[in-house]
Every structure is written in C-alpha cells, then in structure tokens.
C-alpha cells in the first residue's frame, strides 16, 4: 500500500516539477532488459514470451515502465539534492572518536536463583493465563515410498553393439565440431579499463608479448599465470560478446578491446581443431553407463502413470511388490521439526493435508527432488492440542525463577543506579559484595576490557553534564544487567581517511529527508490511505 501511495505521489509531484519520460528512453531500456534478450540481443518473440507470462500487454507493460522511470527520476532528485557540510562531518567523527572515562557494574542474575521462590500456585496460574504459549502443532508420522531411474536399472541391457554404435555416432559428429585455443588479457571494469587495455592492444602492435602482458597485467587470476591461455574450449564455452569476437578472427590474430559483464578483454586465436575423441576402449564404460542411464530414464518415465495409478488406488505394499521399492518410515514430526525430503515447502504442504489425515488416502505422486518421486501415507496423525500442565510444569517453574531472578537484579541496577546519580562513590550496601570495572579513555572499538555488549552500554548513557555522571541502565543476553556511570567524555576528532564518515551520513540525511519529503508530497496532494 505504501508503494502504490509513493507511485502516485511520485506521479503528481512530477507534473508539478515538468519531469517526463520519452518513447525513445523506454524503447532504450526495454532493449536493454536481460529478460527480453536472446544471444545478448534484444529478441521480440523472447519479449512477448516474458509479458505473456507476466499477463500483461506490450502497451501495458510500457506505462508501467513509464510510471517506474518517472519515480525514479523524483527520487533521484530528493536523493541528489542532499548535502552534508564539513562541519555535520567533523561533529560526526568527534561523536564516533570520543573518549569515555567511568566506571561499570555487571549484575548476573543467576546469582540470585538461590535465593527466589516460587508459590504454591505460581506454576498453575502461569499455565492458565498463558495456554496459547503451551499448543502443540498438529504432527504425523509417515510411511513412504520413492521412485528413481535406479529402480529401473537391472532392467536395462546394453549390448557391446548398442556401445559401438554410440561410439561411432561420436566421432561422427566430432567430424563437424571444433573447439578453439585462445589467451586473453582481461582489464576488470573500472574508471580507466578501457583506456588501460587500448593502451596495452598498442604494446602488442609494437611488438610487446602477449603472454607477457598477460601475466604482468590481467585481471584473470586463472589464466594469467599460463599467459593469459585459456586452452581448448568449443564454441559457447565464454561469455556472448567474447564468442562473437573470437568468431571473426584468423589464426595468430588479436582482436580489439572487447566489452563483457566482466570487463575489457584483448583476445588472441592461437589454434583449432576438431573436437579430439578418445579411443573406443576409454570411451566404452562411459558410453555404456550413458546408455543405461537414459534407458532407466525411459522407463521411470513409462511407468510414472502406472505408478501413480497404484499409489491413488492401492497400497504402498502393492507398490512394493510390484517396483521393488521400500517402504520407509519417519519419526513423528511438524512443520518446525521436518527434516531432509519433508522440510521442503512443497513437501510440507502436501504432508499437512487435512485429506490424508485419516491414513486412508496414499499422497499424489510428486517429484520431490529432479528424478526422485514420492509418495506416502499418514501413519500417524496427532492433532494440535494444548500440553498437560504436567509435561511442561517443569519448564514453567524454570522460567518464573529465572524471571523472578532477572527482577532482583533489574532492582538492585535500579539501587545503583541512584546512588551513583546521587553523587555516591564505590557501591552501596546492597552491592557491596559485588566488584565494578573502572574505564579511562575508553573507545567505541576498544575490546580489551568489556565485552562488545557491555561496551554498547557504556557508549548508551548521555554526556556528563554540569560537572555531574550521567547513568544508564541495560540488559544483555544471558539475564545480566549492566549499570554504567560516566564521569567524564572527550570529543577526538581523528583524521578522516576515506568516505566512509561521510557515506553513512548521507546515507542517514537521505533517509531522513526522502521519508520527510514523501510526507508532505502525500499530504500536499491529499493521497489518502483507502
């Protein structure tokens, strides 16, 4: 809902500021859209396809595109106009450098579960008030079946003929496929690419070594320790634009700077041939497993009907005697503790059926993994229910205890708390047996005397002010309760030596003047939630 009051903000406030979108830019950046490309070109049938599939005409999808650029285009203007000053910078890097001196109290609250308890009703009362935190999830337990291509193995035979043959229609269409060798010296994008791989394309026209460039220059760090050699490859193997490239060159020639989502290459033809095949007794076993394996392929494929027929009419155990199959079974479990086949999504939502729940029904056959089908029958069906206050009587009392506990803690936090404030020194009675970790100097990174969560703590109170400690007050993980005092902080402004400090504050003022300025955009132009 947000989107569409920001699209339509973005659209009136456009007209206001005279912001329009040409035919020829949206014709620009549809042909420039992956999706609608076929071979790295822009392909009209490829781009049909994809707007079929969106359900959406070529007229349609224009405006929507239209409508995005024009939202582009506001935005980038509220994004483009925000400043940052020298001095919100300087502030910046004194806030993020300060130096803060004080000291910190750690309050474990296990300490304390010896000396809490609980009443008599306490655990009764929890339970009561609490039930929906005790349901169990509806669960089940499973017997299954599945069925591969490997079922079907033994029943394949493949003869030294069948192997022969396969070989033979190999080197026969060997014959007409070549692979090249090529080297290439590849400049990664970057501010100055192009005119470093011009530059080095002149080094080879005047003489210069390839594979000596290579090695010195590319950004490859897998060829250019071999000169940049990219050994025999057949055609596809790179990237559409480098293929093209080296489609139109001769033997022993270099191609000019060629532009790839990698970056700039300069490409060398060293040599081709026809696709090498091994001899007839290295191929054999591979060819033989080949041919076994698509007919294994073929026949799951003629008996998935007749497999499925069994499972919605019969019996796991008919499927059994009749493919072979064994019939497998699982633990009872639920949506949060399936694992392996069954903690896939399309799995869960087929086993937690409310049809099959009676066990009666076999599951639809479905593909469960590429070549892996399955299906199965509820053994066992446990609906969602409410847990006996004896089942979890135990892991309430724990928690009652550690929260009781937790609140003492937060107490005494609180007693210290005030004392400091007060202007105390050292701790009060009530934590008198505890020991506090004094800090001088410290920074936001330091590490080596309080833990990362303490030291978040410390940076969490306020500056001192008017000579007097400010105080905070936090909790970390594990029940523990942290009360920092800091008497003193020192504002160090370091040398700044990158964009970060700059980065994440216009990256803040961006976020905050773009949520202030779609505010009054919606509310200037009265888009109202509806």
């Given at each position: 809902l947000n989107a569409l009051i920001e699209e339509a903000a973005a659209t009136g406030y456009s007209d206001k500021l005279d912001f329009g979108v040409t035919d020829q830019l949206v014709d620009n950046v549809i042909v420039e859209i992956p999706q609608f490309?076929?071979?790295?070109?822009?392909?009209?049938?490829?781009?049909?396809?994809?707007?079929?599939?969106?359900?959406?005409?070529?007229?349609?999808?224009?405006?929507?595109?239209?409508?995005?650029?024009?939202?582009?285009?506001?935005?980038?203007?509220?994004e483009t106009s925000t400043l940052v000053t020298p001095s919100e910078i300087m502030r910046l890097n004194e806030l993020q450098n300060q130096r803060r001196s004080g000291e910190l109290l750690v309050i474990k609250s296990d300490q304390f579960l010896s000396k809490v308890s609980l009443e008599a009703d306490d655990v009764s009362e929890f339970y009561d008030a609490n039930k929906s935190s005790f349901v169990s999830e509806e669960s089940v337990a499973l017997?299954?079946?599945?069925?591969?291509?490997?079922?079907?193995?033994?029943?394949?035979?493949?003869?030294?003929?069948?192997?022969?043959?396969?070989?033979d229609t190999e080197v026969e269409q060997s014959a007409t496929e070549s692979e090249r060798?090529?080297?290439?010296?590849?400049?990664?994008?970057?501010?100055?690419?192009?005119?470093?791989?011009?530059?080095?394309k002149s080094q080879i026209a005047d003489g210069r070594d390839f594979a000596e460039l290579a090695r010195l220059h590319s950004d490859d760090i897998a060829s250019k320790d071999s000169g940049g050699d990219l050994g025999f490859a057949p055609k596809g193997t790179f990237a559409p634009e480098f293929e093209r490239a080296l489609d139109k060159l001769a033997i022993n020639s270099v191609s000019e700077p060629v532009?790839?989502?990698?970056?700039?290459?300069?490409?060398?033809?060293?040599?081709?041939?026809k696709r090498?095949?091994?001899?007839?007794?290295?191929?054999?076993?591979?060819?033989?497993?080949?041919?076994?394996?698509?007919?294994?392929?073929?026949?799951?494929?003629?008996n998935l009907e007749e497999f499925s027929n069994v499972a919605f009419s019969g019996s796991l155990e008919?499927?059994?005697?009749?493919?072979?199959?064994?019939?497998?079974?699982?633990?009872?479990?639920?949506?949060?503790?399936?694992?392996?086949?069954?903690?896939?999504?399309?799995?869960?939502?087929?086993?937690?059926?409310?049809?099959?729940?009676?066990?009666?029904?076999?599951?639809?056959?479905?593909?469960?993994?590429?070549?892996?089908?399955?299906?199965?029958?509820?053994?066992?069906f446990k609906p969602e229910s409410i847990r006996p206050l004896v089942e979890v009587r135990d892991n309430i009392a724990d928690r009652l205890r550690r929260q009781k506990a937790l609140d003492r803690a937060r107490s005494l936090a609180q007693i210290v708390q005030q004392h400091w404030q007060d202007g105390g020194s050292g701790l009060p009675k009530d934590a008198e047996s505890l020991e506090t970790t004094p800090f001088s100097d410290l920074h936001r990174n330091?590490?080596?005397?309080?833990?990362?969560?303490?030291?978040?703590?410390?940076?969490?109170?306020?500056?001192?002010?008017?000579?007097?400690?400010?105080?905070?007050?936090?909790?970390?993980?594990?029940?523990?309760?942290?009360?920092?005092?800091?008497?003193?902080?020192?504002?160090?402004?370091?040398?700044?030596?990158?964009?970060n400090l700059k980065t994440a504050l216009m990256q803040l003022r961006t976020n905050q003047e773009g949520s202030e300025f779609w505010s009054v955009v919606t509310t200037t132009l009265e888009v109202n939630k509806r």
């Amino acid at each position: 809902l947000n989107a569409l009051i920001e699209e339509a903000a973005a659209t009136g406030y456009s007209d206001k500021l005279d912001f329009g979108v040409t035919d020829q830019l949206v014709d620009n950046v549809i042909v420039e859209i992956p999706q609608f490309q076929a071979d790295g070109q822009f392909d009209v049938k490829t781009f049909d396809r994809a707007l079929g599939q969106m359900g959406m005409s070529r007229l349609d999808f224009r405006e929507e595109l239209k409508h995005d650029l024009i939202e582009y285009q506001v935005k980038g203007a509220v994004e483009t106009s925000t400043l940052v000053t020298p001095s919100e910078i300087m502030r910046l890097n004194e806030l993020q450098n300060q130096r803060r001196s004080g000291e910190l109290l750690v309050i474990k609250s296990d300490q304390f579960l010896s000396k809490v308890s609980l009443e008599a009703d306490d655990v009764s009362e929890f339970y009561d008030a609490n039930k929906s935190s005790f349901v169990s999830e509806e669960s089940v337990a499973l017997e299954y079946v599945l069925l591969t291509n490997d079922d079907f193995r033994d029943q394949v035979s493949v003869t030294e003929e069948d192997v022969r043959a396969a070989y033979d229609t190999e080197v026969e269409q060997s014959a007409t496929e070549s692979e090249r060798r090529a080297r290439h010296i590849l400049i990664a994008n970057g501010g100055d690419a192009l005119d470093e791989i011009t530059d080095l394309k002149s080094q080879i026209a005047d003489g210069r070594d390839f594979a000596e460039l290579a090695r010195l220059h590319s950004d490859d760090i897998a060829s250019k320790d071999s000169g940049g050699d990219l050994g025999f490859a057949p055609k596809g193997t790179f990237a559409p634009e480098f293929e093209r490239a080296l489609d139109k060159l001769a033997i022993n020639s270099v191609s000019e700077p060629v532009k790839t989502q990698f970056g700039y290459h300069l490409i060398e033809l060293l040599e081709t041939r026809k696709r090498p095949v091994d001899p007839f007794d290295v191929s054999a076993p591979r060819l033989r497993n080949d041919l076994t394996e698509r007919e294994a392929e073929r026949l799951l494929a003629d008996n998935l009907e007749e497999f499925s027929n069994v499972a919605f009419s019969g019996s796991l155990e008919e499927l059994k005697s009749i493919y072979g199959v064994e019939i497998q079974t699982t633990e009872v479990f639920n949506r949060s503790t399936a694992s392996g086949l069954f903690a896939q999504d399309d799995a869960l939502r087929r086993v937690f059926n409310e049809a099959l729940y009676d066990g009666e029904l076999n599951a639809e056959v479905f593909e469960v993994e590429p070549g892996l089908w399955m299906t199965f029958r509820i053994k066992e069906f446990k609906p969602e229910s409410i847990r006996p206050l004896v089942e979890v009587r135990d892991n309430i009392a724990d928690r009652l205890r550690r929260q009781k506990a937790l609140d003492r803690a937060r107490s005494l936090a609180q007693i210290v708390q005030q004392h400091w404030q007060d202007g105390g020194s050292g701790l009060p009675k009530d934590a008198e047996s505890l020991e506090t970790t004094p800090f001088s100097d410290l920074h936001r990174n330091d590490n080596d005397s309080l833990s990362r969560d303490a030291l978040s703590v410390a940076f969490a109170a306020a500056a001192p002010s008017d000579g007097k400690a400010s105080t905070f007050v936090g909790e970390l993980a594990d029940n523990e309760v942290v009360v920092a005092r800091i008497d003193s902080m020192e504002l160090k402004a370091e040398p700044v030596t990158d964009n970060n400090l700059k980065t994440a504050l216009m990256q803040l003022r961006t976020n905050q003047e773009g949520s202030e300025f779609w505010s009054v955009v919606t509310t200037t132009l009265e888009v109202n939630k509806r």
